[in-house]
């Protein structure tokens, strides 16, 4: 009986799971990292695939140019106002298919208000593809959870 196939096999097997580990901590720290530094267009560059499809929480479609563009030069009084918002991703979900990872968390966004912080939930499902080497978000689904009533 010729064993080399079982061996070739019990090989992938052992030694494909740490990659597959540390792409779901790759993945993770590039999202922390991200939401971190949200107002840094170097971190918006990074972090979307040219070809981006983006559905925002409010039915709005566009892509990686349009985001960028959000960076050109405003004034101050635009950059105080945003400068306040903060981001977390909490109950982060990563699954991997090969070189296709679909990330879901929720987005706990935190701003102050006059009561103290005002904070809003948002569930977001994006979809990453490695390419040479680097993860880079291809498609992004953003939905609003509404205020409990």
Request: aromatic fraction near 12%; charged fraction near 20%; avoid cysteine.
């Amino acid at each position: 009986m010729n064993t080399r196939p079982y061996l070739f096999m019990a090989f992938i097997l052992l030694f494909s799971q740490p990659v597959f580990a540390d792409d779901k901590e790759q993945l993770t720290q590039l999202l922390h990292h991200f939401l971190q530094g949200v107002d840094s267009a170097a971190q918006h560059d990074r972090f979307w695939a040219e070809d981006l499809i983006y559905t925002s929480s409010s039915g709005s479609r566009f892509g990686k140019a349009e985001i960028m563009a959000g960076f050109a030069p405003a004034d101050a009084t635009e950059q105080d106002s945003t400068a306040a918002q903060t981001y977390a991703a909490e109950d982060i979900d990563v699954r991997l298919f090969d070189t296709t990872a679909v990330v879901a968390f929720k987005l706990v966004g935190s701003s102050a208000g006059q009561d103290g912080a005002e904070l809003t939930y948002y569930l977001n499902t994006g979809t990453f593809v490695k390419r040479a080497g680097q993860w880079r978000a291809v498609a992004w689904q953003a939905t609003k959870i509404p205020e409990p009533k």
